[in-house]
């Protein structure tokens, strides 16, 4: 899925991080990122983030969506987009965004949030009845006398 960059991906990348690098340090950048590589850091953009199969980085990434399909140790944040993990990806940290995919046997460990304006719950779901206890009550002596 991530594994080659297709032409129209290839125009819209502008940084390559390719398997034989290794940082130290974090990455701010203003247009799309892939790596390939090792980031011993953060990964900031205002465009997407694509992790390869092989990469790793070891520090948060916040762009505007984030594909992976290598291994990342930290927490992702697309506040307004979206988060992919592929079948190859591993996550280990938090996740904050609008749109969440996880494919099959990839792997996340970690918390998740979603910001979107149907994300939260609606205020009956919320609200707890007044007369709860009445109504277990209720059903408790039900049970109670079909036993």
């Known amino acids: 899925m991530f594994g080659k960059v297709d032409d129209a991906t290839k125009d819209k990348l502008v940084t390559i991080i390719s ?5 130290d340090g974090s990455i701010v950048a203003k247009k799309a990122i892939r790596v390939d590589g090792i980031v011993n850091g953060a990964v900031h953009t ?27 140790y930290g927490d992702i944040e697309a ?3 979206k988060i992919e993990i592929s079948d190859t990806g591993r996550v280990f940290g938090d996740l904050s965004a609008t749109n969440l995919v996880i494919d099959e046997n990839a792997v996340f460990q970690g918390k998740c949030v979603m910001n979107g304006k149907d994300a939260q719950p609606t205020k009956e779901a919320v609200e707890v009845p ?6 277990a009550e209720k059903v ?5 006398k079909d036993d």
């Open 46 to 72: 205002k465009e997407s983030v694509v992790v390869g199969a092989h990469a790793v980085i070891r520090g948060g990434i916040k762009a505007s969506n984030v594909m992976t399909a290598g291994e990342v």
């Open 19 to 23: 398997e034989d690098v290794v940082i």
């Open 79 to 81: 506040p307004k987009g």
């Open 140 to 144: 408790q002596e039900e049970q109670e």
């Open 130 to 135: 007044e007369d709860l206890d009445e109504r």
